[in-house]
C-alpha cells in the first residue's frame, strides 16, 4: 500500500514538473537545439507607435506557416546573435492589412532586440535580428508623399529619399477601403508606381493585383526600413483613383 502512495505522489511530483516547464518562458536557443534552422528566412520589422510609442513588430506569415513566435532580449547591451539571450514573448499576435501580415505589440519601456519566428516545412524559420530604437530614434509618422497618375488606374508614389538617414530599403503597401491588402512591394528607389515592377527587388503579394476603381478610396502606405530592420519613417495617405 505505501509503495502505490509513493508511486502516486511521485507522479504527481512530475506532473506538476512538466506544466512548470510548459509555462516558463523559452528561450531561443532552447526551442531550436537539435531541429533545422534557416536564419534570415521570415520578413520582419519593427517600429514605435505613433500614441503610445510601444513597440509595433510586423511580420510576413508565409502560406503555410504556423507556431508564429516572437522572442526579445531584455536590452540592447548583449550580442544579438547569440540565441540563449532571446525569451519568449507570450502574447497573441494580431493581423494586420486584415492578416496579410502580422504584429505584435511591446511595452517601450526599455530597447530591445526582438526575433521573430515560425515553422513550415519541417524547419523553424528565423528573422534577422531587429533592433528597437522607439527612444532614441522614435518612428516619424506622416502623408509626405507625391501620387501622381499619368498612367489610368496606375497611380506613382514618390516620397523624399533617405528622409531621417539610416535607410536601407522601402516597403510600400497599396490596400482598399476595407484595409484589405492589394499590393506589398520592397524597393530602394523612393518610388512605386501600382502595378508595376520594374523597381521592386522583393515581391510579398500574393495574388495579382486587382484594377483600381475610378473614384474609389485607397491607402497608400510606406515604411522606411534601417539595416537593422527598424522603421524610421511611416507614410499613411488615403487617395482616389481619378
Given at each position: ?16 514538473n ?33 500614441k503610445?510609442n510601444?513597440?509595433l ?21 548583449i ?12 502574447a497573441e499576435?494580431?493581423p494586420f492589412?486584415?492578416?496579410h ?36 530614434k522614435?518612428?516619424l509618422?506622416?502623408?509626405a ?9 496606375m ?6 529619399d ?11 503597401v ?5 484595409n484589405n491588402l ?12 501600382y502595378y ?24 497608400f502606405t ?10 524610421n ?10
Amino acid at each position: 500500500m505505501k509503495g502505490i502512495i509513493l508511486f502516486v505522489f511521485c507522479l504527481l511530483i512530475l506532473s506538476c514538473n512538466d506544466d512548470t516547464v510548459e509555462t516558463v518562458e523559452q528561450t531561443l536557443s532552447s526551442y531550436i537545439q537539435g531541429k533545422t534552422i534557416e536564419e534570415g528566412a521570415v520578413i520582419a520589422c519593427a517600429a514605435s507607435d505613433s500614441k503610445t510609442n510601444d513597440i509595433l513588430a510586423f511580420y510576413y506569415p508565409e502560406s503555410g506557416a504556423d507556431n508564429i513566435r516572437l522572442y526579445k532580449t531584455a536590452g540592447v547591451n548583449i550580442d544579438e546573435k547569440d540565441y540563449s539571450n532571446y525569451t519568449q514573448f507570450i502574447a497573441e499576435n494580431e493581423p494586420f492589412f486584415n492578416g496579410h501580415l502580422g504584429k505584435y505589440e511591446l511595452s517601450g519601456e526599455n530597447e530591445k532586440w526582438i526575433i521573430v519566428t515560425f515553422e513550415l516545412d519541417g524547419e523553424i524559420k528565423i528573422s534577422n535580428p531587429i533592433r528597437s530604437k522607439q527612444l532614441t530614434k522614435p518612428t516619424l509618422w506622416n502623408n509626405a508623399v507625391t501620387i501622381s497618375e499619368s498612367q489610368s488606374g496606375m497611380p506613382n508614389f514618390v516620397w523624399e529619399d533617405n528622409p531621417v538617414g539610416d535607410n536601407a530599403i522601402y516597403f510600400q503597401v497599396i490596400s482598399d477601403a476595407e484595409n484589405n491588402l492589394l499590393s506589398g512591394t520592397y524597393t530602394y528607389k523612393n518610388q512605386f508606381q501600382y502595378y508595376k515592377l520594374d523597381n521592386v527587388v522583393l515581391n510579398v503579394t500574393t495574388q495579382t493585383p486587382p484594377a483600381l476603381i475610378s473614384k474609389a478610396q485607397y491607402n497608400f502606405t510606406l515604411m522606411d526600413v534601417s539595416v537593422d530592420n527598424w522603421v524610421n519613417w511611416v507614410v499613411q495617405k488615403p487617395f482616389e483613383v481619378e
